[in-house]
T-cell receptor, first 115, second 109 residues
């Protein structure tokens, strides 16, 4: 069983389109995240959700809108796609812990290419 | 910005121990040291974490200096499958990870 899954794995689209990436975790975790890895391979946090509530929203354009229908899902919707949005997007999840353990489980990534 | 400094790349012979250093001189008292790795084209994978004591699990050992300003990840018997980018991350629990540039480890046959 896949712990954190993302669909689609690859997404090629034209500038100006709207697209969504889906993420599901079957680990029963409370917190989910979206990270972006650009062409220079830097991994940066975009959003963090805890029990369906937005906790962290880094300086991400408001064209990006995460949605969490339940605590097992965190989807990412992107409006008016731009060339600079081309990247690999990773979803992750973790379980709240008092012991400092921040073991995040990452999905396989979605490679988005905007033409 | 990442609070850690790592060498950009290292080589290790297959079967030998790989020792990956990390400096985190500004670490706070409540912050842990985490190590993750990213094998090409895959999502990052958790390896180990520690606060001040040395830690060992089935994947690796983590040695943290007494002043907590630096640490070393040890892969005791590196294999070709250990070739990856290794990230040393400092932070408190349940917060997003702040990734730096990491160390690209190449295990050579």
């Amino acid at each position: 069983d896949t712990a954190v899954s993302q669909t689609p794995k690859y997404l090629v689209t034209q500038m100006g389109n709207d697209k969504s990436i889906k993420c599901e975790q079957n680990l029963g975790h409370d917190t989910m995240y979206w990270y972006k890895q650009d062409s220079k391979k830097f991994l940066k946090i975009m959003f963090s959700y805890n029990n369906k509530e937005l906790i962290i929203n880094e300086t991400v354009p408001n064209r990006f809108s995460p949605k969490s229908p339940d605590k097992a899902h965190l989807n990412l919707h992107i409006n008016s796609l731009e060339l600079g949005d081309s990247a690999v997007y990773f979803c992750a999840s973790s379980q709240d812990s008092l012991a400092g353990l921040n073991e995040q489980f990452f999905g396989p990534g979605t490679r988005l290419t905007v033409l | 910005d990442a609070k850690t400094t790592q060498p950009p790349s290292m080589d290790c012979a297959e079967g030998r121990a790989a020792n990956l250093p990390c400096n985190h001189s500004t670490i706070s008292g409540n912050e842990y040291v985490y190590w993750y790795r990213q094998i090409h084209s895959q999502g990052p994978q958790y390896i180990i974490h520690g606060l001040k004591n040395n830690e060992t699990n089935e994947m690796a050992s983590l040695i943290i200096t007494e002043d907590r300003k630096s640490s070393t990840l040890i892969l005791p018997h590196a294999t070709l499958r250990d070739t990856a980018v290794y990230y040393c991350i400092v932070g408190a629990g349940n917060t997003p990870l702040v990734f730096g540039k990491g160390t690209r480890l190449s295990v050579i046959a």
